[in-house]
């Protein structure tokens, strides 16, 4: 057979993503991977932010009906237009952002969204700027698009919480001059969630280096202790150059939907949709009428989920903070604590992680998986893992459990986790 060495952008995208082994083989996702070892560790597996609790009934319904009205055939490339205006109307009730049919496009998940604009809108050798750590899809999009990547810090604060080095982004963007700069609020995996003041920053930088902001809110519903989710396109002096991502996955614990979307102007979201097109062209025709159903007509299983997820999170942060000598963050959004042990342990998070997998029966994930080599951030997540709080209350109770057989142990050797 053709050797697949001779094609060289598969094995960049799997690179800039960190998947390249040392022997040259490929390696799965941090979150497949991760998976894999508590299967085979019998553990706890809070590792991938997938839900272990599931969607409403009311949308699995609604997914029934719209396949028995007949909604079995290709969508339209934008998306069904019940669907476009329902993601329009929810933006405007929820987050008083006024958005139109016209400036919606329907995308196979956040993941299709990000990947075709990045597409769509980074000039050849242009420079993304994200911040760190980010989700694993950005490097690979930026690589296939023959961008690079520049990376600020989003790190953890003496108040408990996280923040951008805005020092660093100021001078990033002077260096760089990023065609596109991506804004995951509420952040994964610190739960940051960007305020007025951050998107003034980030609004000045994008106007200065003449950028698109490109948003990633797939966790914007779930602001806990009571905060709100801003839109960028709400908060920056200039929407016009603001794409807006997001997704339904999180929201309706369905993420195997994958139902995402594009928020632009409707040029450019023409534009992103002249790359998306030819990606998958269109995807989950029913599963759009019945989340338009849903978006359009009923939040209230929304702010159940974020109240669930809140008594999950407490239930299991509280746990990680009875761990002598590590920190747990109190989440202020979203679907994870990060868990420093560099206090108890000179190990990397890798090495923690697989040995609280065989010892105490926990994985999560490790927090560098989700940086570059060699960045402040990889160095100041050396030894942090990301858990997951969006199990099951079974699990999540388990896990629980777990932690503070874990904090016994260190109360009496308090060596245990050195190498
Ligand atoms: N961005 C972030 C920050 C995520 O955590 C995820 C994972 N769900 C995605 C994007 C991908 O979203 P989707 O499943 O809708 O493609
Ligand atoms: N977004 C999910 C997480 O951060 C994982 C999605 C995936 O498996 N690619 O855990």
């Known amino acids: 057979m053709p050797d697949v060495m001779r094609a060289e952008l598969w094995h960049a995208m799997a690179d800039a993503a960190g998947l390249i082994r040392a022997d040259g083989s490929i390696g799965e996702t941090?979150?497949?991977?991760?998976?894999?070892?508590?299967?085979?560790?019998?553990?706890?597996?809070?590792?991938?932010?997938?839900?272990?609790t599931d969607a409403p009934p009311q949308l699995i319904e609604a997914a029934a009906a719209a396949m028995r009205g007949g909604f079995n055939q290709y969508a339209p490339g934008q998306g069904h237009a019940e669907?476009?205006?329902?993601?329009?109307?929810?933006?405007?009730?929820?987050?008083?952002?006024?958005?139109?049919?016209?400036?919606?496009?329907?995308?196979?998940?956040?993941?299709?969204?990000?990947?075709?604009?990045?597409?769509?809108?980074?000039?050849?050798?242009?420079?993304?700027?994200?911040?760190?750590?980010?989700?694993?899809?950005?490097?690979?999009?930026?690589?296939?698009?023959?961008?690079?990547?520049?990376?600020?810090?989003?790190?953890?604060?003496?108040?408990?919480?996280?923040?951008?080095?805005?020092?660093?982004?100021?001078?990033?963007?002077?260096?760089?001059?990023?065609?596109?700069?991506?804004?995951?609020?509420?952040?994964?995996?610190?739960?940051?969630?960007?305020g007025p003041a951050d998107f003034e920053r980030v609004g000045a930088a994008a106007v200065a280096a003449d950028a698109w902001i490109l948003t990633d809110e797939v966790y914007e519903?779930?602001?806990?202790?009571?905060?709100?989710?801003?839109?960028?396109?709400?908060?920056?002096?200039?929407?016009?150059?603001?794409?807006?991502?997001?997704?339904?996955?999180?929201s309706w614990n369905a993420t195997g939907w994958k139902i995402g979307w594009v928020i632009a102007e409707p040029e450019v979201r023409e534009t992103i949709q002249a790359v998306k097109q030819f990606l998958t062209f269109t995807s989950g025709g029913p599963l759009q009428i019945a989340m338009a159903r849903m978006l359009a007509e009923d939040s209230r299983f929304v702010a159940e989920n974020r109240r669930s997820l809140q008594a999950r999170a407490e239930v299991l942060v509280s746990a990680c903070r009875s761990v002598p000598g590590a920190r747990a963050s109190i989440p202020a959004s979203g679907y994870f604590t990060v868990m420093d042990f560099s206090a108890l342990t000179d190990l990397d998070a890798f090495a923690v992680n697989e040995r609280l997998a065989e010892r105490f029966s926990i994985v999560g994930i490790p927090v560098p998986a989700l940086c570059r080599e060699g960045s402040a951030a990889h160095r100041a997540y050396r030894a942090s893992i990301r858990y997951s709080f969006c199990k099951s209350a079974a699990?999540?109770?388990?896990?629980?459990?777990?932690?503070?057989?874990?904090?016994?142990?260190?109360?009496?050797?308090?060596?245990?986790?050195?190498?």
């Open 30 to 52: 941090i979150y497949g991977q991760m998976t894999a070892l508590a299967a085979a560790t019998e553990s706890v597996n809070l590792g991938q932010g997938a839900p272990g």
């Open 83 to 194: 669907f476009l205006s329902a993601v329009a109307a929810q933006r405007t009730r929820d987050f008083a952002h006024r958005v139109t049919s016209e400036q919606v496009l329907f995308t196979c998940g956040a993941t299709e969204a990000l990947t075709a604009s990045i597409l769509a809108l980074l000039p050849r050798g242009g420079t993304v700027l994200t911040f760190e750590p980010y989700y694993d899809a950005y490097p690979a999009a930026v690589t296939a698009a023959g961008g690079s990547l520049v990376t600020v810090p989003i790190l953890p604060r003496e108040d408990g919480g996280f923040g951008p080095d805005w020092q660093v982004f100021d001078e990033v963007v002077a260096a760089t001059h990023p065609s596109i700069i991506i804004v995951n609020t509420p952040h994964n995996p610190t739960g940051f969630v960007f």
């Open 221 to 250: 519903q779930l602001v806990l202790d009571g905060g709100t989710h801003l839109p960028p396109a709400m908060a920056v002096a200039d929407p016009g150059r603001v794409v807006t991502v997001s997704s339904a996955g999180k």
């Open 395 to 419: 699990d999540v109770d388990r896990a629980a459990q777990l932690f503070r057989a874990l904090a016994e142990v260190l109360e009496t050797d308090p060596d245990s986790l050195r190498g």
